[in-house]
């Protein structure tokens, strides 16, 4: 148990619908990464925050967008859904904002029908 | 942008055999480099990592890597590998200015 929560962690939705992933960092930690991982495209970073504001941003889609909150819990919105969209997201957090090791959590998994 | 290179997809062991793999960078500054590990069904986990000094490190489940600047290298061994080693290893880059990088994973797969 890496520390890292995630939920749900199964979900699954129609095209069009709009999700929202929730993930909770490691006590300490002021950093959330989160990440797309699927058969074709590996594992790919979408956004990272820290300590509340964006501080790095990777293959995010604009129809998918981003938060870390004051109690550094953090949320994926994922809208206007498609079937490419189905995936595992993975959440992590690390306790600074770069040079540091990831702890990744379960993961939620996205199937859109 | 920094890249990350692992050039073995998929490689298929005999129980007790050696591995190498391979894992290359791309990016002249000063990097940390890790090494992840998936296990069927669960999240990434950390086997070890590189931040500076000593370019032999150690990491768990008898893991090592060897970083080499020369060639940009950071390539995973293990001596004598086990059926439960069957996983997804990831290697990874972090670069003082920007995000961590994934390579796009090698299967290892471990016959008994």
């Known amino acids: 148990d890496s520390g890292v929560t995630q939920t749900p962690k199964h979900l699954i939705t129609a095209t069009g619908q709009r999700v929202t992933l929730r993930c909770s960092p490691r006590s300490g930690d002021l950093s959330v990464y989160w990440y797309q991982q699927s058969l074709d495209q590996g594992l790919q970073f979408l956004i990272q925050y820290y300590n509340g504001e964006e501080r790095a941003k990777g293959n995010i889609l604009e129809r998918f967008s981003a938060q870390q909150f004051p109690d550094l819990h953090s949320e994926l919105n994922l809208s206007s859904l498609e079937l490419g969209d189905s995936a595992l997201y993975f959440c992590?957090?690390?306790?600074?904002?770069?040079?540091?090791?990831?702890?990744f959590g379960p993961g939620t998994r996205l199937t859109v029908t | 942008a920094q890249s990350v290179s692992q050039h073995n997809h998929h490689v298929i062991l005999s129980e007790a055999a050696s591995l190498e793999l391979g894992c290359n960078y791309s990016y002249g500054g000063t990097v940390n480099l890790f090494w992840y590990v998936q296990y069927p069904g669960q999240h990434l986990q950390l086997l070890l990592k590189y931040f500076s000094g000593d370019p032999l490190v150690k990491g768990i489940k008898g893991f090592e890597a060897e970083f080499i600047k020369s060639k940009f290298s950071f390539n995973l061994r293990k001596p004598s590998v086990q059926w439960s080693d069957t996983a997804e290893y990831f290697c990874?880059?972090?670069?003082?200015?920007?995000?961590?990088?994934f390579g796009d994973g090698t299967t290892l797969t471990v016959k008994p």
């Open positions: 992590a957090s690390s306790p600074r904002d770069r040079g540091f090791e990831q702890y």
């Open positions: 990874a880059v972090n670069v003082p200015a920007g995000k961590s990088t």
